[in-house]
């Protein structure tokens, strides 16, 4: 008699544990969303290098599915996956060919300009933190971004000192890795009792090796998105 009584009390125990462990994961809303957006990337040349190197951003997209885990009202876990088109303007004003150079040595300086287009996988993960009403909630984040690049299409145009032009087009190259420090900060508004409304203004930093030197990608973009 006393075992079974220990057996009902302790299957009572356990009872009552996986019911509140439920209702604990229950509050724990997991929502799902689906995110689209432009972004512009930017070279950024951490110092001075033998040739005259510029960057200028170029508009890009982006195309997220998203994972977030409510741990509380006011903290979430943010996961996503999805692809970007990175697309940046390269130009380098002090360049020297062999056809540059006059039969006194003096020479004259070509210009090249690049524009890259780079088709990339990316796996964004976030800290939010919310904050606000029900009518209105914002949310300021903080995480990282894993890239990669897997299909480079580049084309080039060489302007020579005697005014000709020469066209150049190029793509593959082997795929490669980064990862990212990313921020962002933005608002979520009920649609109804279903769909959020998302809008959120974001910030990557990708470290890269350029010739043996360190230069950041710099990303801003805009997501804007459905969660349900």
Request: proline letters at 3%; aromatic letters at 10%; a negative charge.
């Given at each position: 008699m006393h075992k079974i009584t220990s057996l009902k009390l302790a299957t009572l125990v356990f009872s009552l544990f996986a019911a509140s462990f439920s209702q604990?994961?229950?509050?724990?809303?997991?929502?799902?969303?689906?995110?689209?957006?432009?972004?512009?990337?930017?070279?950024?040349?951490?110092?001075?290098?033998?040739?005259?190197?510029?960057?200028?951003?170029?508009?890009?997209?982006?195309?997220?599915?998203?994972?977030?885990?409510?741990?509380?009202?006011?903290?979430?876990?943010?996961?996503?996956?999805?692809?970007?088109?990175?697309r940046f303007k390269q130009t380098q004003s002090d360049l020297i060919f062999s056809s540059s150079i006059n039969d006194n040595g003096t020479f004259e300086y070509s210009q090249v300009e690049v524009w890259a287009s780079n088709h990339v996988g990316q796996a964004p993960v976030m800290l939010k933190y919310y904050f606000g009403n029900a009518d209105m909630r914002f949310f300021a984040g903080l995480g990282g971004n894993s890239m990669l690049t897997f299909h480079r299409a580049t084309k080039g145009l060489i302007t020579h000192p005697n005014g000709n032009t020469e066209?150049?087009?190029?793509?593959?190259?082997?795929?490669?890795?980064?990862?990212?420090?990313?921020?962002?900060?933005?608002?979520?508004?009920?649609?109804?009792?279903?769909?959020?409304?998302?809008?959120?203004?974001?910030s990557n930093v990708f470290p890269l090796s350029y010739e043996h030197r360190l230069i950041y990608m710099v990303?801003?973009?805009?997501?804007?998105?459905?969660?349900i």
């Open positions: 604990s994961i229950a509050q724990k809303r997991l929502d799902i969303g689906l995110m689209v957006g432009p972004e512009f990337n930017h070279i950024h040349f951490t110092k001075k290098i033998d040739s005259d190197i510029s960057s200028s951003p170029k508009l890009g997209f982006i195309v997220d599915g998203h994972l977030q885990l409510n741990l509380t009202s006011h903290l979430s876990i943010d996961i996503g996956i999805g692809y970007a088109n990175k066209d150049l087009e190029w793509s593959g190259g082997t795929s490669f890795f980064d990862f990212s420090a990313q921020a962002a900060f933005g608002v979520m508004k009920p649609l109804d009792e279903r769909h959020r409304l998302n809008i959120e203004l974001y990303t801003t973009g805009l997501r804007i998105g459905i969660w």
